[in-house]
């Protein structure tokens, strides 16, 4: 190979153990800082939907509440897929690719839901293309621009309490290049990952950390907090 790429010192194991030790301190206060701010997330206020909101779904059309699938967690991404869309969003695409099996998720109590503009068939056919699984629907009003996602993308966390739903969390950008696990996904929840070393309000349900964790076909009744899953 005639490219070149940069070239870092050669140097002995000690040195090479040193350099890393260095590092590795760095990256542990990285993900304690990162600890610390999903904690201070689970702190913010919350913000009532006051309206009703239509999807389509591939049973009918859906309000809010319906796409919790019975459970008291909603992530929603607005992925960009527009009607007739000849060039869907590479970046977009990317984010659809990286969702976790949401087995995990539901077993957090937690549904994930994608929304778009497109029409529903349109969104079908292109979530076959992808070979993806999680749920999508069509938005049909002003869901999306209520929520600060008039165009382009972005995520909103919401929750359910009794027959009331608030939204806690919302991001878009490069708040979005995180995404990819469970974890990451749980983290932006108010409810977090729901296991006992994490900071969280009082009345937080939790678990000692990975305690609950299955392999994607395993969880039974026993593990899963709500819903019938997805």
């Not at 002995?12 to 590795?24: D, F, Q, T, V």
């Not at 939907?49 to 992530?75: C, H, M, W």
């Not at 749920?135 to 600060?148: H, K, L």
Request: glycine share 8%; charged share 25%.
């Amino acid at each position: 190979m005639t490219d070149q790429i940069p070239h870092q010192p050669v140097v002995s194991r000690g040195k090479w153990m040193a350099a890393h030790e260095a590092l590795l301190a760095k990256e542990k206060e990285l993900t304690q800082a990162h600890d610390r701010l999903a904690a201070e997330r689970r702190l913010q206020p919350w913000e009532k939907v006051e309206k009703d909101y239509v999807f389509v779904t591939p049973s009918g059309n859906a309000g809010l509440a319906d796409l919790f699938d019975g459970r008291r967690q909603l992530i929603v991404y607005h992925h960009m897929l527009k009607p007739a869309d000849p060039a869907p969003c590479s970046g977009c695409g990317m984010v659809g690719d990286q969702i976790p099996h949401l087995a995990h998720l539901n077993a957090r109590d937690t549904s994930l839901v994608f929304v778009s503009r497109a029409p529903l068939d349109e969104i079908q056919a292109f979530r076959a293309r992808m070979g993806w699984q999680m749920p999508w629907v069509e938005t049909t009003d002003d869901f999306g621009a209520n929520f600060d996602v008039p165009k382009y993308f972005g995520l909103n966390v919401f929750i359910r309490d009794g027959g009331d739903i608030f939204r806690t969390y919302f991001t878009k950008g490069r708040g979005v290049e995180t995404l990819g696990t469970a974890w990451t996904l749980l983290d932006l929840t108010p409810l977090g990952r729901q296991e006992t070393w994490e900071d969280a309000p009082d009345g937080t349900p939790q678990k000692p950390a990975h305690e609950w964790i299955r392999l994607h076909d395993e969880y039974g009744d026993d593990h899963v907090l709500a819903g019938a899953g997805q």
